[in-house]
């Protein structure tokens, strides 16, 4: 089975950079895109990086995606945090057997 | 605008059965490929199943999780796509989200989510 593995949580001070960690098993992440979302309490996921390192319209340029083949593992970059960044992000991918899997998520605090 | 509205959440025993909808609007529903998601409190989302268009014979795919006990349907003409669950277990409480991928590779467009518990 395919599966995308998340810190549990990270920390980080306002106007730090903070990397949150999605590494594969089970298969090479780096066969499909990955999806970067952010959700906060009692709403649905949005996305803030498509297709490994894309930025949807509206989203800042301070979020940034990247894909290392080297260690499996995406990772999802944001610089000159902000209160507002607070939130549960979650890692989401393909799998060649028609799956859609998604990481167990990474609560951010920005303190 | 692309809507997504979620119904037909509740409580329901274990081993009983719920239907959902999901009614959409804003988007060419028919060529669109439909997904349910779910989350049970405190988890991340888990990815359910879809249903393809006409044009793929409304192919459908399911997570192992929920293979064998839940079927997902739709109905072009209303601009429908449902998910029909049987066999429910307690670890099938969770908010149940319709969602359609956007010109991406990314579920854009999601619900607001329905909440089924299943509890005796």
């Known amino acids: 089975n395919f599966m995308l593995t998340q810190p549990h949580s990270v920390s980080e001070s306002p106007g730090k950079t903070v990397t949150i960690s999605c590494t594969g098993s089970?298969?090479?992440?780096?066969?499909?895109?990955v999806q970067w979302y952010q959700q906060r309490p009692g709403s649905a996921p949005t996305t803030v990086i498509y297709?490994?390192?894309?930025?949807p319209s509206g989203v800042p340029d301070r979020f940034s995606g990247s894909i290392d083949s080297s260690s499996n593992s995406a990772s999802l970059t944001i610089s000159g945090l902000m209160t507002e960044d607070e939130a549960d992000y979650y890692c989401?991918?393909?799998?060649?057997?028609?799956?859609?899997?998604f990481g167990g998520g990474t609560k951010l605090t920005v303190l | 605008e692309v809507q997504l509205v979620e119904s037909g959440g509740g409580l329901v025993q274990p081993g009983g059965s719920l239907k959902l909808s999901c009614a959409a609007s804003?988007?060419?529903?028919?060529?669109?490929?439909m997904h349910w998601v779910r989350q049970a409190s405190g988890k991340g989302p888990e990815w359910v199943g879809r249903i393809r268009s006409k044009g793929y014979d409304y192919a459908t795919a399911y997570a192992l999780s929920v293979k064998g006990r839940f079927t997902i349907s739709r109905d072009d003409s209303k601009n429908t796509a449902y998910l029909q669950m049987s066999s429910l277990k307690t670890e099938d409480t969770a908010v149940y989200y319709c969602?359609?991928?956007?010109?991406?590779?990314?579920?854009?467009?999601w619900g607001q989510g329905t909440l089924v518990t299943v509890s005796s």
């Open positions: 804003g988007f060419t529903f028919s060529g669109s490929a």
């Open positions: 969602t359609v991928l956007g010109v991406s590779s990314s579920f854009d467009y």
């Open positions: 089970g298969g090479s992440i780096a066969t499909n895109y």
């Open positions: 297709e490994d390192n894309q930025r």
């Open positions: 989401q991918s393909y799998h060649n057997n028609d799956l859609w899997v």
